[in-house]
């Protein structure tokens, strides 16, 4: 049950793009289509963002998107706004009914 | 419209024990699985434990098999997370998720949190 590794921080401009890699191993990322994000603003809870990898919840913006290869699975924000500033938290299935998260990603709108 | 509501976090002695509930509205919880997920202070997110929709099973974390319990009540369409054992380590905001329909690993909505202290 080890953590997936995230970057600790990245920035970007408004209008840019950034993305957000979330690295595990085959026993969780590479095994199963189960990997979800989610958003963190200071002081509240949790939102999920993406789901099943690439999936979207109903209000999510379509400017993020996520994608999947191997072990690593990785969240892009397309057209940065200052609200994005947050952090970001990816989760995987890994297996018997257990799941494991990253360590968190600080996004900065620059 | 669903909603979770975490409470009975409190500041307890190391070794001691604490229950905490989450309310859920909007939804029955006899449907979905649920979910404990802990974040320490100023640290990242750690699943802690999940119960399946018909209460027959449970899932822990490695860290706190043997000393946390999860339950459920259909009655009160509500989740409990027992904590005995307490360690230092264990202080953290508690949050109650609710799991995405199946087949489904994420966590849909969330709890606004409870916040546990375990300091002497």
Known sequence: QSALTQPRSVSGSPGQSVTISCTGTSNDVGGYNFVSWYQQHPGKAPKLMIYDVTKRPSGVPDRFSGSKSGNSASLTIFGLQAEDEADYFCCSYAGSHTVVFGGGTRLTVL | ?120
């Open chain 2, 1 to 120: 419209e669903v909603q979770l509501v975490e409470s009975g976090g409190d500041s307890v002695q190391p070794g001691g024990s604490l229950r905490l509930s989450c309310a859920a509205s909007g939804f029955s919880i006899s449907y979905y699985w649920m979910s404990w997920v802990r974040q320490a202070p100023g640290k990242g997110l750690e699943w802690v434990a999940s119960i399946k929709q018909d209460g027959g099973d449970q899932y822990y974390v490695d860290s706190v098999k043997g000393r946390f319990t999860v339950s459920r009540d259909i009655v009160k369409n509500s989740v409990s997370l027992h904590l005995h054992s307490l360690r230092a380590e264990d202080t953290a905001v508690y949050y109650c998720a609710k799991v995405g329909q199946l087949p489904a690993a994420h966590f849909d909505f969330w709890g606004q949190g409870t916040l546990v202290t375990v300091s002497s």
